[in-house]
């Protein structure tokens, strides 16, 4: 199961430069990465191959962050589908910490979320073990 982390960094030019820099000096190999940012903050969700050097990459840094074990669901890819998983999960009281599109298939979408209570979420989307379902 991949392993993502969530990131606040600042949002000004070079700070994901000066991030990706450092996980390059250290070694750490990114898998997948998605950013956005709104006003003084940006937000960053990577999944590395290496969460000790990630952790002590971040530390280094001083940047808050959250990591997990990524929940994988198969979203369908129609309007409302990423809004169904939502509110599945809101219903459970379950919050979304992250989420990334890591893969796509006809008619699907191959999502990780990263959850403040994964089996709690798990159990929401009908998911009994760690494999992906559709919902």
């Given amino acids: 199961m ?4 969530v990131i606040q960094i600042d949002n ?12 390059a000096a ?5 898998h997948c990465v998605s950013c956005a940012g709104a ?9 590395p191959d290496d969460f000790d050097a ?13 990591e ?9 890819n129609r309007p ?3 809004a169904d998983v939502a509110e599945r999960l809101a219903t459970a009281g379950v919050n979304i910490l992250g989420t990334l599109c890591v893969g796509r ?12 209570d994964e089996a709690k979420a798990r159990r929401a989307l009908g998911l009994d073990a760690p494999a992906a379902v559709a919902v």
Wanted: hydrophobic letters at 50%; charged letters at 20%.
């Fill in 2 to 5: 991949p392993r993502q982390f």
């Fill in 12 to 23: 000004h030019p070079g700070e994901l430069a000066h991030l990706t820099r450092a996980l």
């Fill in 26 to 30: 250290r070694g750490v190999n990114l």
């Fill in 39 to 47: 006003g003084p903050l940006a937000c960053c969700l990577i999944v």
């Fill in 54 to 66: 990630m952790r002590e990459v971040l530390r280094g840094l001083g940047h808050a962050f959250i």
């Fill in 68 to 76: 997990g074990d990524a929940v994988m669901v198969d979203v369908e």
């Fill in 80 to 82: 409302g589908g990423l």
């Fill in 105 to 116: 298939r006809p008619g699907i979408l191959e999502m990780a979320f990263t959850v403040d």
